[in-house]
């Protein structure tokens, strides 16, 4: 049974439009939520996180907004760049803090066309 | 955030052989963490690893298959023994970081033929 769930396999944005990437799951105990970004033969790197205590986060061109009631949560790029072509995996866990095992989705390939 | 290096970056081996995949993290960490992406999967967790104890390895993942040693604060290896084709996968290593979350190695891609 996937906790996390990313429905869309794949995505493609034309180059300064704005990407939504979306992510649900299931369990109602996951309390901090992760967006990681991976390329072609490199490890995934962090991009942003929330923790349920918040409805959004920004970072640059980078939000995250989480629905606790939906369960859902979404990763809006704005602008989107041709360098931002990677696979986008959501992530959650219980907590923030200490360790506890971090559940990934299967990811979204984003392609952002020049 | 925490630099990992991890090696091999890639390998082809044969059915029935071990490979040993060393990570090597630039700071102390208490834990460290193991990962597979099978093709077109998620990434899924192997097992921790904690300095000068077992590693506790997730359902589905056995210590005979996948042993992990773990010798100090900033190093580990994963040995995939008695590979076949479907040990084929990239396998990764990672630390937790509080702000950062997860800090990923680059990745090991296995091809087992």
């Known amino acids: 049974d996937q906790q996390v769930k990313q429905n869309s396999p794949s995505l493609s944005v034309q180059e300064g439009r704005i990407s939504i990437l979306n992510c649900d799951y299931t369990?109602?105990?996951?309390?901090?939520f992760l967006w990681y970004k991976k390329y072609p033969a490199e490890g995934p790197t962090f991009l942003i996180s929330i923790s349920s205590i918040k409805d959004k986060n920004e970072d640059g061109r980078f939000t995250v907004f989480l629905n606790k009631s939906a369960k859902h949560l979404s990763l809006h790029i704005v602008p989107s760049q041709p360098g931002d072509s990677a696979v986008y995996f959501c992530a959650a866990s219980r907590t923030k803090t200490s360790y506890d095992k971090v559940i990934f989705g299967p990811g979204t390939s984003l392609s952002v066309i020049p | 955030s925490a630099v990992i290096s991890q090696k091999p970056s890639r390998d082809i081996c044969q059915r029935g052989t071990s490979l040993t995949i060393q990570c090597q993290v630039d700071s102390q960490v208490t834990m460290m963490f193991w990962y597979r992406q099978q093709p077109g999967q998620s990434l899924t967790l192997i097992a921790t690893?904690?300095?000068?104890?077992?590693?506790?390895?997730e359902s589905g993942f056995v210590i005979d298959k996948f042993p992990i040693s773990r010798p100090n604060l900033t190093f580990s290896t994963l040995t995939v023994s008695n590979m076949s084709p479907e040990d084929s996968s990239i396998y990764l290593c990672?630390?937790?970081?509080?702000?950062?979350?997860?800090?990923f190695g680059s990745g090991t891609r296995l091809t087992v033929v």
């Open positions: 690893a904690n300095q000068g104890s077992e590693a506790t390895y």
């Open positions: 369990n109602s105990m996951f309390d901090y």
């Open positions: 990672s630390v937790l970081r509080d702000v950062y979350g997860y800090t």
